[in-house]
């Protein structure tokens, strides 16, 4: 409730999100963020995860707080959504969670990540052009998760990746069906 009556209050000076019914907000962004998860590799302690496009903090806060381990960092260009981020965090109190105020592009080439990342997932943003820069980025094994709203159907270049598996699934309240496209290395 924290985390929804801060994003109501900052959504009222700064863009987070076009929702602004709290019931819609909690399913729309709460539930599918936390949705989301299904996805992350098994395992998931002493992971780390890298959400792009941040935003509001979806869908990486609310995997936090359901995944306390999960180290993440939320990769958002906007300077004033990551003055959000970085409020939020604070105002949680959460541990081993950071923001990043860059593009995908300048972030995966300053090296310091290099095979970092377990698992990079993007729920707003649309990941499928700038997927080559996530090469650098996962480790062996790792996953890329894209939250959509419908299945990767003959998509022709996902830029080495493959189509490990592709999930389902619909929001309560006739909010809709959401596929979850799990991409992994050749």
């Known amino acids: 409730m924290i985390y929804l009556n801060e994003l109501k209050a900052w959504n009222r000076k700064i863009n987070l999100t076009a929702i602004t019914d709290p019931q819609q907000i909690l ?3 709460f539930v599918d963020s936390m949705t989301c998860g299904r996805g992350l590799l098994e395992g998931i302690q002493e992971s780390s995860l890298l959400d792009v496009g941040s935003g509001g903090g979806f869908p990486g806060v609310p995997l936090k ?4 381990d999960l180290r993440i960092t939320l990769l958002e260009p ?3 959504k990551t003055a959000f981020l970085r409020h939020l965090i604070g105002t949680l109190q959460l541990k081993d969670i950071h923001v990043v105020s860059q593009t995908l592009m300048d972030f995966s ?3 310091q990540y290099e095979k970092y ?3 990079i997932i993007s729920r707003a943003f649309d990941l499928l052009p700038h997927l080559h820069h996530c ?3 996962l480790n062996k094994g790792g996953r890329v998760i894209l939250c959509r709203s419908k299945p990767l159907i003959d998509y022709e270049s996902l830029s080495g990746f493959t189509i490990e598996k592709e999930m389902s699934y619909t929001l309560p309240d006739g909010y809709g069906t959401r596929t979850l ?3 992994s290395l050749h």
């Open 109 to 111: 080439s300053q090296g």
């Open 78 to 80: 906007n300077l004033k």
């Open 181 to 183: 496209s799990l991409l």
């Open 117 to 119: 990342f377990c698992n």
């Open 65 to 68: 707080i359901i995944h306390p």
């Open 27 to 29: 399913l729309k962004h």
């Open 135 to 137: 090469f650098r980025l």
